[in-house]
Nanobody, 124 residues
Framework: QVQLVESGGGSVQPGGSLRLSCAATGRASRNYYSAWFRQRPGKAREFVAGVIKSGGAKYYSDSVRGRFTISRNNGKSTIYLQMDKLKPEDTAIYYC?????????????????WGQGIQVTVSS
């Protein structure tokens, strides 16, 4: 019943910024982790960033730590990914995920709901 809809993607030059949003609609549900994953060309889906339901603990892959920031607004049922200092290797389809179990945050199999994915392209 729950659907996640990503927005905010697009094309930017290296060093630029984008903010992705993931809005949840439909049935409200309890959750522990929310996260962003991505799939780069020719590679498998990989973990990018995760956050617990309170927003008090955050997790990042080594490739984005210091450049990306994950947050959530429970009142708006929305998850955000602020992406700064973007690099060409950040080019990927980005997916939001919600209702991750305590097996998370890093494992994709821990999440019950997924967005359709949104393209981010970073090039000169």
């Amino acid at each position: 019943q729950v659907q996640l809809v990503e927005s905010g993607g697009g094309s930017v030059q290296p060093g630029g910024s984008l903010r992705l949003s993931c809005a949840a609609t439909g049935r409200a549900s309890r959750n522990y982790y929310s996260a962003w994953f991505r799939q780069r060309p020719g590679k498998a889906r990989e973990f990018v960033a995760g956050v617990i339901k309170s927003g008090g603990a955050k997790y990042y892959s080594d490739s984005v730590r210091g450049r990306f920031t994950i947050s959530r607004n429970n009142g708006k049922s929305t998850i955000y990914l602020q992406m700064d200092k973007l690099k060409p290797e950040d080019t990927a389809i980005y997916y939001c995920a919600n209702d991750g179990s305590r097996a998370g945050p890093y494992e994709a199999s821990a999440y019950d709901f997924w967005g359709q994915g949104i393209q981010v392209t970073v090039s000169s």
